[in-house]
């Protein structure tokens, strides 16, 4: 930030910040200049919560071999901070998905019902039309919805260390159906709520997006970097794996707060880099809390 001065003499300089606060030499006619200060610069915000999310980058770290999805948060220098668990259900969420294939089948038999009572009672043939539209499209969706319905919610919860005798966190799901939106609660180790996080699904067609909402208001929108990576990651190049895209988190008024870093794989490590964030205006938590999310729940 410049500092503009004016000598006595009338000689107007444009001085490099590193000079505010002192006191200079005229060159044109030698007399004494007091440089003022530099206003003092905004706070930065203090981090609620544990000393240990008080850091600008986290390195997600995935355990395998595991029916849990488990991760070790390191800080830039590898020591290890906190160990995050989701749990996966499989034996569960199997079953779930075949309670929904069972109620997509009753569904379609009970269409062909309806559609059997049309033609025996000889009512209009425009009756069938939406019929035959529920029993294919609305069969997809009874499927999906009941599938839902029935499978366990995925939460997420942050420790102290792999001894789970500490929570630091709580991330929940807030509803097993999650047709059109997506969102979790998140929530300190005191159960205070400190944001919802969430995306719409019919809005991430093209570009996937996340956004928070703090109690006072929005927090951050987070999206895919590029929207031609993100429509090849929904091509053949996504499913095999071969294809990662980063999220961006801004501000509610535009500013890069941060950057989650899906394509570095070194080692298995994915990066939370919060350090454009210098005022911390996002609660670590919440962010540490979206960086899981979005490697968890949009398919790394």
Same mark, same amino acid.
């Given at each position: 930030?410049?500092?503009?001065?004016?000598?006595?003499?009338?000689?107007?300089?444009?001085?490099?910040?590193?000079?505010?606060?002192?006191?200079?030499?005229?060159?044109?006619?030698?007399?004494?200049?007091?440089?003022?200060?530099?206003?003092?610069?905004?706070?930065?915000?203090?981090?609620?919560?544990?000393?240990?999310?008080?850091?600008?980058?986290?390195?997600?770290?995935?355990?395998?071999?595991?029916?849990?999805?488990?991760?070790?948060?390191?800080?830039?220098?590898?020591?290890?901070?906190?160990?995050?668990? +989701?749990?996966?259900?499989?034996?569960?969420?199997?079953? $779930?998905?075949?309670?929904?294939?069972? $109620?997509?089948?009753?569904?379609?038999?009970?269409?062909?019902?309806?559609?059997?009572?049309?033609?025996?009672?000889?009512?209009?043939?425009?009756?069938?039309?939406?019929?035959?539209?529920?029993?294919?499209?609305?069969?997809?969706?009874?499927?999906?919805?009941?599938?839902?319905?029935?499978?366990?919610?995925?939460?997420?919860?942050?420790?102290?260390?792999?001894? +789970?005798?500490?929570?630091?966190?709580?991330?929940?799901?807030?509803?097993?159906?999650?047709?059109?939106?997506?969102?979790?609660?998140?929530?300190?180790?005191?159960?205070?709520?400190?944001?919802? #996080?969430?995306?719409?699904? #019919?809005?991430?067609?093209?570009?996937?997006?996340?956004?928070?909402?703090?109690?006072?208001?929005?927090?951050?929108? $987070?999206?895919?970097?590029?929207?031609?990576?993100?429509?090849?990651?929904?091509?053949?190049?996504?499913?095999?794996?071969?294809?990662?895209?980063?999220?961006?988190?801004?501000?509610?008024?535009?500013?890069?707060?941060?950057?989650?870093?899906?394509?570095?794989?070194?080692?298995?490590?994915?990066? #939370?880099?919060?350090?454009?964030?210098?005022?911390?205006? #996002?609660?670590?938590?919440?962010?540490? $809390?979206?960086?899981?999310?979005?490697?968890?729940?949009?398919?790394?």
């Amino acid at each position: 930030m410049p500092v503009n001065v004016i000598c006595a003499c009338g000689a107007a300089y444009n001085l490099k910040d590193e000079y505010a606060g002192s006191r200079l030499g005229c060159p044109r006619c030698g007399a004494a200049i007091s440089v003022p200060a530099l206003p003092p610069g905004p706070p930065v915000h203090a981090q609620a919560g544990d000393p240990a999310f008080a850091q600008d980058t986290f390195l997600l770290h995935e355990r395998h071999l595991g029916i849990s999805e488990k991760y070790a948060v390191l800080d830039k220098e590898g020591a290890e901070l906190m160990f995050v668990e +989701r749990p996966n259900y499989i034996f569960l969420n199997v079953l $779930a998905i075949f309670g929904g294939i069972v $109620a997509g089948i009753l569904n379609l038999f009970v269409c062909g019902l309806f559609a059997h009572l049309v033609k025996v009672a000889r009512l209009d043939p425009l009756y069938l039309f939406p019929l035959a539209l529920w029993a294919k499209l609305g069969s997809f969706f009874v499927a999906i919805a009941a599938a839902q319905a029935l499978s366990r919610r995925r939460h997420i919860t942050v420790y102290r260390d792999d001894s +789970r005798e500490e929570v630091l966190l709580r991330i929940t799901q807030d509803s097993s159906i999650q047709l059109l939106t997506a969102s979790y609660t998140v929530a300190g180790a005191d159960g205070e709520r400190l944001a919802r #996080l969430y995306k719409k699904r #019919l809005g991430n067609v093209f570009r996937k997006r996340w956004y928070g909402l703090g109690p006072d208001g929005p927090l951050f929108t $987070a999206q895919e970097d590029s929207i031609i990576l993100s429509v090849l990651r929904r091509m053949v190049l996504g499913f095999l794996g071969l294809l990662h895209t980063d999220f961006i988190i801004y501000s509610p008024g535009g500013q890069v707060l941060g950057e989650f870093n899906r394509r570095m794989t070194l080692r298995d490590r994915y990066v #939370l880099d919060m350090t454009p964030d210098s005022l911390r205006s #996002l609660d670590r938590r919440v962010a540490l $809390a979206l960086g899981v999310i979005l490697d968890t729940g949009e398919n790394r």
